[in-house]
């Protein structure tokens, strides 16, 4: 529940929460977004000559480099998303 500026409590749009999105019918520009927000990919790179760990968002953008996974890993769910490992 949040507080608006009057201080009065303002309930979730209970009818937004429960939309229902056939995917067959997304633009591919919609199909991109999926996940980018909750999603963050893991692949071994090599960086400087040493194995290290690219973070990137569901959208492919670089995020981060970590030098091992269980870093890489604890970073993505400190910033409340999901990791996912590419191989």
Known sequence: MNIDG???????????DKTIVDIR???????AQLGVSELAY???VTAN????YAIHSADGTPM???P????????????????VLVH
């Open 64 to 66: 981060a480099i970590a």
């Open 49 to 52: 000559g040493a194995i290290a």
């Open 6 to 16: 009057v201080g009065a409590p303002v309930e979730p749009d209970a009818a937004a």
């Open 42 to 44: 893991v692949k071994q």
């Open 68 to 83: 091992q996974l269980d870093v890489a890993l604890v970073a993505i769910r400190q910033h409340e998303m999901v990791p």
């Open 25 to 31: 019918h997304l633009s591919p520009g919609q199909l």
